[in-house]
């Protein structure tokens, strides 16, 4: 597989391929977001619009990985500032055939992540939240320098289920 990617920065015009990719997303890996397939697939046109326009605004950042000689969406990932000084990763997701390091894509997009999580809070943390069950990312997030924090919310689809917090020091 040839391995040739960029990473763009998401704007409205992208919506459409932001709902195809979001798709998949939910249906590879349902577990590690907080909507159902179901619910995102019936959403309408400009709610799409509206989430692609979100992950541009000032205060956020969304990226995604578009292979280069097909132009497909590859991945996604998106943080924004907390308003507590420090920066939310969110929306984290590489279809399966470009995971892992040997293609580095994942870790291209969380280099780009962190370098604008940086520049915006550099004396703060950029957090995330992760499945209890989710060890291939856990252990990703592991191997970039994130530690637990100890802290645990609720998985908001299944309360019974719970999300651990990560965060990396930015500073």
Not at 27 to 56: C, G, I, K, V, Y
């Amino acid at each position: 597989m040839e391995s040739g990617f960029r990473i763009d920065r998401i704007t409205e015009d992208n919506w459409a391929q932001l709902r195809t990719l979001r798709l998949e997303m939910l249906a590879d890996t349902p577990l590690a977001f907080l909507e159902t397939l179901d619910n995102a697939a019936h959403e309408q046109e400009t709610e799409w619009r509206s989430r692609a326009a979100r992950a541009a605004r000032e205060g956020s950042v969304g990226l995604a990985a578009i292979d280069t000689s097909s132009g497909h969406w590859l991945g996604t990932m998106s943080a924004y500032l907390d308003g507590h000084g420090d920066a939310m990763l969110v929306s984290v997701y590489v279809t399966p055939a470009w995971r892992g390091t040997a293609l580095g894509l994942t870790d291209a997009l969380l280099d780009e992540v962190e370098a604008w999580a940086r520049a915006a809070v550099p004396d703060g943390n950029l957090r995330l939240h992760v499945h209890e069950d989710n060890p291939r990312a856990r252990a990703f997030y592991t191997r970039r320098g994130y530690v637990e924090t100890g802290e645990t919310i609720p998985y908001p689809l299944d309360r019974t289920q719970n999300e651990v917090e990560m965060v990396l020091d930015l500073s």
